[in-house]
């Protein structure tokens, strides 16, 4: 255990989580295991913090051909603006955090979530970071991260 | 199936283009959308608008979140018979029967799909 995370059990979770979420919101295959991924300035970094009953931080880093995918497929063609189209980041980091909490708590846990947002810092915040996972996604990188942060609630 | 007024609340764009669009995979008429990006708004545009047929309600979003919408919603009586589903991500066992008491009909779990949203909304009563 690393300050009250189960760190095999969040791994599980978590990777879980990713390949659930892209299999089902924009139908796209993601093999874990892949490499470390871009320079953080080529990538999209987006955070949701998961306050309770764990303090911990999801952090996903998309490419920007992965980033461009889920855009695509999520918002039909006359969607709106493209500045608005990021939102479909976010999004996705929202349903795999709910993914998340469902494997590593089961059903029926009561949870508080912060709203997902964009991160400019490129992944370095508060707490300490537990681990990182690579998946190759159909030749896209994309990496999840997941951040303990103490005492938030 | 066919609606007249539907009522999206979800502070994620996505998510509210994302509904629409499965409520037409799905083969579910609607006449009129509205949109809300918060429970506050939301609130505020039942108010001013014709009678909601069918409210879908994210539960995380700022200002004001769906539960406390639901609540306030359920306190005008003009409002009580109004079928509302929530829309998440997480499934709170706790939430969801608390949700049931002031009349929340049907969960959806995120990510949505026609297939999902179809079967919740045929079962309301």
Do not use: W
Request: glycine letters at 8%.
């Amino acid at each position: 255990l690393i300050q009250g995370i189960d760190e095999a059990k969040a791994r599980r979770a978590l990777e879980e989580a990713v390949v659930t979420t892209f299999a089902d919101m924009f139908f796209v295959d993601a093999m874990p295991g892949a490499g470390a991924g871009l320079p953080a300035a080529q990538e999209t970094c987006a955070s949701i913090d998961l306050l309770k009953p764990l303090s911990i931080q999801i952090q996903a880093f998309f490419s920007a051909p992965l980033k461009r995918r889920a855009i695509e497929t999520l918002f039909v063609a006359d969607g709106p603006p493209d500045s608005d189209k990021e939102d479909a980041v976010l999004e996705i980091v929202n349903v795999i955090a709910g993914h998340f909490l469902t494997n590593y708590f089961g059903q029926g846990v009561s949870f508080k979530i912060e709203l997902p947002q964009f991160l400019d810092s490129g992944g370095e915040g508060d707490g300490e970071p537990l681990f990182t996972l690579g998946f190759d996604a159909e030749g896209s990188s994309f990496r999840v991260a997941l951040r303990s942060v103490r005492y938030r609630y | 199936m066919d609606f007249g007024n539907v009522l999206i609340i979800d502070d994620s764009l996505t998510s509210r283009l994302m509904l629409k669009e499965c409520l037409s995979m799905a083969g579910i008429g609607v006449l009129n959308y509205y949109y809300a990006e918060n429970g506050l708004d939301a609130l505020e545009l039942v108010r001013k608008s014709p009678r909601m047929d069918l409210i879908l309600t994210d539960i995380n979003m700022p200002k004001m979140d769906g539960i406390t919408f639901v609540k306030k919603l359920r306190a005008d009586e003009r409002n009580l018979g109004v079928p509302t589903v929530v829309v998440s991500t997480i499934s709170d066992g706790k939430e969801e029967l608390e949700l049931r008491s002031f009349g929340i009909m049907g969960f959806i779990k995120k990510p949505i799909s026609p297939e999902k949203v179809l079967a919740v909304l045929e079962a309301l009563p």
